[in-house]
Nanobody, 119 residues
């Protein structure tokens, strides 16, 4: 019903920046929550940042002050600006859309994009 397409991952040196994007494959009237999660090798998937329909945000403690999540409702897109990247930020990053109601209600995930922070 809805596919999420991610872009923006890659290899960056410590201290560098990357911007991730995630767009829905179709127009959606209302997306309740958009978020980014990550999974490092051998670890469980964890929440990185989340933004509600009204713009409220919450972040993992490990990324506060370095990462910023934002959304463009007209484009059904969520962004994650990542600054001051550290090697421990290396992981596969997944976007998530939660749609509470309507014909496409459900919990959707992107395919994942690799972020590698290394010198």
């Amino acid at each position: 019903q809805v596919q999420l397409v991610e872009s923006g991952g890659g290899l960056v040196q410590p201290g560098g920046s990357l911007r991730l994007s995630c767009a829905a494959s179709r127009s959606i009237f209302s997306i309740n929550t958009m978020g980014w999660y990550r999974q490092a090798p051998g670890k469980q998937r964890e929440l990185v940042a989340r933004i509600g329909s009204g713009g409220s945000t919450n972040y993992a403690d490990s990324v506060k002050g370095r990462f910023t999540i934002s959304r463009d409702n007209a484009k059904n897109t969520v962004y994650l600006q990542m600054n001051s990247l550290k090697p421990e930020d290396t992981a596969v990053y997944y976007c998530n859309f939660y749609i509470f109601a309507g014909s496409v209600a459900g919990d959707y995930w992107g395919q994942g994009t690799q972020v590698t922070v290394s010198s």
